[in-house]
């Protein structure tokens, strides 16, 4: 069974730095495109990044380039999302996903899911 689990959330004061990590139950991590949503009260799951199998391409939702910076570590089976100068409307439960399709923002497209994490940026 695929499990994703996520960490490194919480509370953080705007300008400061959190890193997500998830993990990966699976054995064939490296085939698996990943990515990162969140999902604000009230709004609706946003695509934040995503990362190629090799970790070679990445893409981000606009709002978070320059500040946002995905990763991967194959041979650890885990992604990471590193979170700097954060804003209070960054404040979501982070979700990590896997699937096939190198950069897709489309939550449909991704066969796994995690539990989420949250985050919180106060002012």
């Known amino acids: 069974q695929v499990q994703l689990i996520e960490s490194g959330g919480g509370l953080v004061q705007a300008g400061g730095s959190l890193r997500l990590s998830c993990a990966a139950s699976?054995?064939?991590?490296?085939?698996?495109?990943m990515g990162w949503f969140r999902q604000a009260p009230g709004k609706e799951r946003e695509f934040v990044a995503a990362?190629?199998?090799?970790?070679?391409?990445?893409y981000y939702t606009d709002s978070v380039k320059g500040r946002f910076t995905i990763s991967r570590d194959n041979a650890k089976n885990t992604v990471y999302l590193q979170m700097n100068s954060l804003k209070p409307e960054d404040t979501a439960v982070y979700y990590c996903?896997?699937?096939?399709?190198?950069?897709?923002?489309?939550?449909?497209?991704?066969?796994?899911w995690g539990q989420g994490t949250q985050v919180t940026v106060s002012s």
């Open positions: 996903a896997a699937g096939y399709l190198s950069g897709s923002k489309i939550s449909a497209t991704y066969n796994y």
């Open positions: 990362i190629s199998r090799s970790g070679s391409s990445t």
């Open positions: 699976i054995h064939t991590f490296s085939m698996y495109a």
